[in-house]
């Protein structure tokens, strides 16, 4: 009985191969971007944590400074207490015009010595070689090619235990490239300690002591708020595909009324039917499921580059290695992929096990029991909606955030049909012509079967007008915020110190001011901050993007007795102009004010060069901007380019630097735009498999009207206008939707995940444009249906009046 | 004339073998005048009410509807014709569910430029519709939808009414009193009925019979 009953199910899909194809390619895409997703974070958390334990930070505890650095003194102090500790100095060295991010570590005592002798002494290196002047660098073979290039004073060891872009090298010559020599970032508390000895809180009370496992958590945690806006990504595009499932799924059904009407006339029980049904999606969902998961790896491969560059310019976060397929991936894609059918299949699973025996297959219209529906799918949308209003009024933060988002998308979408539904009530109201009168309340005969397309593609035009109009502000207030930033003509970059000297000599000679850029490196409260030293200049007053500030700000500055913080900086550390920060237990300045500081992931402060170098006098001093004529510049790096013999690459103009910088910022969204257009195009696809599917449907509802008079083709042309209507009323409906989903990324999101609030700008050109592709996806979607309608042979239609269908 | 069919041929290609419908009918219908068309079932009778509303096409011979030959005409020509000329009830009914019963029963007479609103009201106010002109299809039972039907079909002032098995769907009772309605309707109307029918009872209300067995007129 089960195999004849299964026979006769199956026997659906023969007669409805695009249906089948349908399903399983809606399955396909809503696992594979979903996956996809998923093996970016998966491979990025994975590095995170091989860097950790490659860096051995996380085998033992840390004593971490809560400001400024630990003095060397304080070293010598605990370890002459009897405490087992090794000191870490961490910095970034520049090499020509390369930055590696340097560890100085004790070779002697440091849980990475077992690794590195081991790569020494198959590199062949003299033993003590490392230790002894000039020093010796440990890097990946990657990082060491890199750093061989870029200097041949250090000689370097290459391991491939290390992660990429970090130096190793033993802290005595780490200070001195530095110019640390009595400093420390933190020291490692090593496993093996006395018994009995004096609490390390009494002994160091402005030291934290940080867990191991924390340790190993730090890149991943900052990092948490960009794998959190990719899996809302994946998840938004996992949902849309779900719709074309859910779609499918019950069309199928309910094309199979009348079949499991006889089937269970002919005996088969209900329970069994159900059984067939959960099983055939079952079989569906696994087939779907490894299509998508392999589309989901060429996804996350292409991007995982992109991705790389994103993490590293918004966080300087390192994310290295190719993408690798992890058992536990294919998995949760597979539980995903079966999870997501069962759930979009359970309401039509549930309606045919209520259903009656006797029950007639439904082809005419449903009008009330529509109205009901969208009545209560509006009236679930509106409590989404106050859900998310609610938890983002009470809490704070970003999970917060996406909650609220959440409830706003999803509560938008639920609300669509009767949105769309009154809207073309209305318009039937207002027509006069009785073909217009026709397709407005056809239009909403169909909305139905459409409702689950049209919300896929409310929810890709509002994410794509929300992250569009954030990227765009973004976009605007970066590149005002560079002409601020880089005001100087050019940037030059010296090779030593004292060409640095004789170069600002030989400039100011010639009424050029120079405006040195020199900073040094702390640490504050564990994490880095850069201290920033300026020269007293009308271009900083001029220029500078502060966004609050005292009154005479500059003149504070200048005088020592102030400091400006980084937006990302003050939000984190909840500082605002008045109050004072503390950059080292004996220096304290006030805060005069903050200014906006994209792109940079770490804190940054500036107060005046005099001040900076009272406390660090050895600070790199090669790197400065030059004001002067615009017209100057070609000649005037000519000259310093051949008198100084400053390589080519270490002058930079400003055009040439602002264009690098935009470089970055757009490489860093191109896996938002990716995202955004492949949502679209699940959308688009949403569209088109449910004029398909529903085309054959709707032969009851366009055979009288054929009969009436209205020609095949004018029939075809109703469907591309009423597939036209649906989108623009859904399209204008997206409209504000978007703009409030700019405005939580701009004002809630960014904030949470990159500590800067952006102005909101609206870019009406681009809403028009993204409003015009989702008329030409309707149009496409709309026009193979109205091709083979228009191709249809009379005698189909003729078979609706004879009852033959 | 409103409907003259001459010597119509019929074929509907199959997988192996064609299969004839139609051999060579033909009949006269002058305006006025009501035919009923009987036969049993796969006799062809559905298929020469579908010809004579232009609605599909014939082999070979000739039809004419109120003096227009269908056989040169393109798809769009045969669809004006439909919307100016030609009424059609249909045992489904094939009202639009979207639309309410005022708006089915004058959609056909205003896609034609022939709606009078007046005639429309006077015809629901005979078929027993005016106070059901807000409502919508679903919420009518049977007699009252083949009644909106016949009302949509009238209110066109058709020159030519054809009928599949109008009243098969409905009970004897109901079936009787909606065939006395739609004969004196279409006796005030003017137009020619053309009606396909099972029924000898209903066959012998109207003015000709014509029966149809094998494809032809016996």
Partial sequence: ?805 | MVLKIRNVTKTYPGQTLETAVLRGVSLDLPAGSSLALTGDSGSGKSTLLHLAGALDRFDSGEIEIAGTPLSNLRDRQRAALRRKDVSLVFQQFNLIPSLSIWQNISLHARLGNRWDADWGQALADRLGLTGLLDRYPEQLSGGQQQRVAIGRALALRPKLLLADEPTGNLDETASAAVMDLMLELVRESGAALFLVTHSDAIARMLDQRLHLQLGQTA
């Fill in chain 1, 1 to 805: 009985m089960i195999r004849t009953a299964l026979s006769a199910i199956l026997s659906h899909w023969r007669r409805h191969p695009l249906q089948l194809v349908t399903l399983m390619a809606g399955l396909a895409l809503a696992t594979g971007l979903w996956s996809a997703v998923q093996a970016i974070n998966g491979e990025a958390r994975a590095s995170y944590a091989r860097a950790a334990e490659q860096l051995g930070t996380t085998v033992a505890d840390r004593l971490a400074p809560e400001d400024g650095s630990i003095p060397l003194r304080q070293y010598a102090s605990l370890r002459r207490s009897g405490w087992q500790l090794t000191p870490v100095l961490e910095g970034t060295v520049r090499f020509k015009r390369q930055s590696f991010d340097i560890m100085g570590i004790d070779l002697l005592s440091h849980p990475l010595v077992p690794a590195l002798a081991e790569a020494a002494e198959q590199d062949s290196a003299p033993a003590l070689d490392a230790l002894l002047p000039p020093g010796r660098f440990f890097a990946h073979p990657e990082t060491a090619q890199m750093l061989s290039a870029a200097q041949s004073e250090h000689p370097v060891t290459q391991t491939d235990r290390l992660p990429r872009g970090v130096l190793i090298a033993d802290i005595s010559l780490a200070s001195r490239l530095l110019r640390q020599p009595d400093s420390l970032s933190y020291l490692i508390i090593l496993p093996d300690q006395i018994p009995g000895l004096t609490p390390l809180e009494q002994l160091a009370p402005g030291l934290t002591r940080i867990p191991a496992r924390n340790a190993a958590a730090d890149t991943a945690r900052l990092t948490d708020s960009f794998h959190l806006n990719l899996t809302a990504f994946g998840l938004l595009s996992f949902a849309v595909g779900l719709f074309i499932v859910q779609g499918t799924i019950g069309l199928s059904l309910e094309q199979r009324r009348s079949m499991i009407r006889t089937l269970r006339g002919l005996g088969v029980p209900m329970r069994a039917l159900v059984a067939l049904f959960a099983a055939e999606l079952a079989v569906v969902a696994l087939i779907s499921g490894i299509a998508g998961l392999a589309g989901g790896y060429l996804v996350a491969a292409a991007l995982l580059p992109d991705v790389q560059a994103t993490l590293s310019g918004l966080y300087g976060a390192s994310v290295d290695g190719a993408l690798s397929l992890r058992l536990e991936w294919v998995l949760s894609g597979l539980a995903m992929a079966c999870g997501g059918t069962f759930l979009a299949g359970a309401q039509a699973l549930y309606a045919l096990w209520r259903m009656p025996l006797l029950a007639a297959p439904a082809t005419q219209a449903r009008g009330q029991q529509a109205s009901n529906s969208h009545l209560a799918a509006a009236i679930a949308g509106v409590v989404c909606l106050l859900a998310g209003l609610t938890v983002i009024l009470i809490f704070q933060g970003l999970i917060a955030g996406f909650v609220f988002l959440s409830g706003l998308m999803l509560g938008a979408a639920l609300m669509l049909p009767l949105l769309i539904s009154t809207g073309l009530r209305i318009g039937a109201r207002l027509c006069t012509r009785p073909f217009a009168e026709w397709l407005w309340a056809d239009t909403r005969a169909q909305l139905p079967g459409m409702s689950l397309a049209l919300m896929a593609l409310l929810l890709a035009l509002a994410t794509n007008i929300g992250v569009g109009t954030m990227v765009s502000s973004f976009r605007l207030t970066f590149t005002g915020w560079l002409d601020q930033r880089l005001p100087a003509e050019v940037y030059v970059t010296t090779t030593s110190d004292e060409q640095g000297e004789r170069l600002t000599q030989w400039l100011e000679d010639r009424g050029i001011t120079v405006l040195p850029i020199r900073h040094s490196d702390i640490r504050y409260k564990g994490a880095p901050l850069r201290i920033y030293g300026v020269a007293d200049d009308e271009t900083y007053r001029q220029n500078w993007p502060l966004l609050e500030a005292l009154p005479n700000v500059w003149d504070r500055v200048a005088a020592g007795e102030a400091l400006l913080v980084n937006e990302q900086f003050a939000r984190r550390h909840d500082l605002k102009p008045g109050r004072t920060l503390a950059l080292a237990p004996d220096w304290e300045l006030t805060i005069a004010g903050i200014y906006s500081d994209y792109g940079n992931p770490n804190g940054q402060v500036i107060t005046s060069l005099a001040a900076l170098l009272a406390r660090a006098p050895d600070i790199p001093n090669r790197q400065f901007g030059l004001r002067l004529p615009a017209e100057d510049v070609p000649e005037l790096a000519t000259y310093i380019r051949e008198a100084f013999e400053i390589p080519r690459e270490n002058i930079v103009d400003q055009v040439g630097i602002k264009a690098r910088s935009l470089g970055v910022f757009e490489r860093t969204f191109t896996i938002t735009s990716a995202l955004n257009l492949l949502t679209l195009g699940v959308a688009g696809f949403a569209m088109l498999t449910s004029l398909l599917t529903l085309w054959s449907q709707r032969l009851p509802q366009l055979a009288p009207v054929w009969a009436m008079g209205l020609s095949r083709r004018q029939l075809a042309g109703a469907e591309i206008l009423r597939s036209l209507l649906l989108a623009a009323i859904t399209a204008v409906l997206a409209l504000p939707l978007g703009l409030v989903l700019a405005w939580a990324l701009l004002a809630v999101i960014n904030v949470e995940a990159f500590g800067w609030k952006l102005p909101m700008h609206l870019f009406p050109e681009d809403w028009l444009r993204l409003i015009l592709l989702a008329l030409l996806a309707a149009v496409v979607a709309a026009a193979l249906p109205a091709r083979r309608l228009s191709r249809l042979d009379p005698a189909e239609l003729l078979k609706v009046f004879a009852n033959e269908r």
